[in-house]
């Protein structure tokens, strides 16, 4: 059984108003070990919410009171996800070597400066327009910012833009895909399995199988699993789904991380 879950948001999201200590308590109730609480960091992106730009000081705060009130019961992670974006690179590495993060999430939401949920963006361009220009992004983003442990929903771009954006074109954008999985091992970082396609109808994770086969294959080793809860009633959700594919690639293993320090244990 998979005990941990290393992506969950709350009521610090811009998009979640899931109260903080009750998804501590229902995590607790379903049998989880750790979490890691990783709430939206954004900045300096258009059309996005002023809610999406984390209150640093009082989060983890917060945070550090939960981990001290629940020590017995669950670790408690201090986490973030940060929505990369190079020009503002910056604030957030001035925020993530201020405070005393576990865990570190590096996502990619925007492109060309623009949120992909709150725009159009999508709109104006082909499927494979859009997903050349997401993994490009994603590739530049990564090689610019460096404090961060795994990247999160390596391909979630197919969730946005409707039927027609579904399905990831691998061929065209594997070149791409296959430097940026270099890079993380290069380097030292992970890959997250992340369950939330399963409750957007694409009835998958994300990343893909295949991609997650090809880290392993360039000798990648760090891999944790989320949920990407926003509320409580998704977390852990299909985590069974994600044990019986890492047991039937023979590699049921998972990372867990303190001080962004990571410690890989078998399922």
Known sequence: MIAKDYHIHSEFSGDSSQNLEELIEHCIQLGLKEIAITDHAEYGIQNLPESFILPFPKYVETIQEYQEKYSKQIQIRLGVEVGMYSPVVSYFEKNIRTYPFDFVIASNHSLEGQDIAFS??????????????YFESLLENIRKFSDFSVVGHL????RYGGAKFRGVNLKENWDCIQSILTHLVQNGKGIEINTSGFRYREERFYPLPEIIKEYLRLRGEIITVGSDAHIKGHVAMDFKRVEDFLRNIDYPYLASFEKQKAKIEKI
């Open 120 to 133: 159009d963006i999508l709109q104006e361009k082909t499927k494979q327009e859009a997903q050349a220009l």
């Open 155 to 158: 391909d979630f771009i197919t």
